[in-house]
């Protein structure tokens, strides 16, 4: 069974950095590309970020987020720089990059 | 970036009753492998998403056959054949063919 296990969220300054993780388990992680989805309060979803055979970022947060991942730890990042309200928002890590499978979510707020 | 536009964006049902939900894109979603890469999510109250369709009109594995995926091209559509109480909650097209992923805005399902 795919899990996906995100943490690292948190309250931040505007302005601040935060890290978060997604430990994956449940398929070879090296097989598959990984993404980042986020969803601000009340809203719809909003594709982050995906790392596969190349990386991709969304307009929204280019030059300021780093997607990366660590094979031997199965575990996805998301290094996030700048932060600004507008990015406080539950932040899903997904598998592939078409979303098959998502994980339960971690909430970043940032505030000021 | 490609636009994904759902109608209605509320839907009451009666239990039992089909419902249908409408998604179209601002350009084609024919990749140049032939295949079409339109997903559809379901997100229950306080839930993470879950993906119920892909490439259309597959259903991922566990979701019950009274879902069903159509459409090509700009085109698409979700049904319900028969609504059960479970199936409450946002549901969400959205684009594998070209970057940025895209979604569209959810089409909010609740029993009359």
């Known amino acids: 069974e795919v899990q996906l296990l995100e943490s690292g969220g948190g309250l931040v300054q505007i302005g601040g950095s935060l890290r978060l993780s997604c430990a994956a388990s449940?398929?070879?992680?090296?097989?598959?590309?990984m993404s980042w989805v986020r969803q601000a309060p009340g809203k719809g979803l909003e594709w982050v970020s995906t790392t596969g055979g190349s990386t991709y970022y969304a307009d929204s947060v280019k030059g300021r987020f780093t997607i990366s991942r660590d094979n031997s730890k199965s575990t996805l990042y998301l290094q996030m720089n700048s932060l600004r309200a507008e990015d406080t928002a539950v932040y899903y890590c997904?598998?592939?990059?078409?979303?098959?499978?998502w994980g339960q979510g971690t909430l970043v707020t940032v505030s000021s | 970036d490609v636009v994904m536009t759902q109608s209605p964006l509320s839907l009451p049902v009666t239990l039992g009753q089909p419902a249908s939900i409408s998604c179209r894109s601002s350009q084609s979603l024919i990749y140049s492998d032939g295949n079409t890469y339109l997903n559809w999510f379901q997100q229950r109250p306080g839930q993470s998403p879950r993906r119920l369709i892909y490439?259309?009109?597959n259903r991922d594995s566990g979701v019950p056959d009274r879902f069903s995926g159509s459409g090509s091209g700009t085109d698409f559509t979700l049904k319900i054949s028969r609504v059960e109480a479970e199936d409450v909650g946002v549901y969400y097209c959205m684009q594998g063919t070209h970057w940025p992923r895209t979604f569209g805005q959810g089409t909010k399902v609740e029993i009359k």
């Open positions: 997904a598998k592939t990059m078409n979303f098959d499978s």
């Open positions: 449940g398929f070879t992680f090296t097989s598959f590309a």
């Open positions: 490439e259309v009109s």
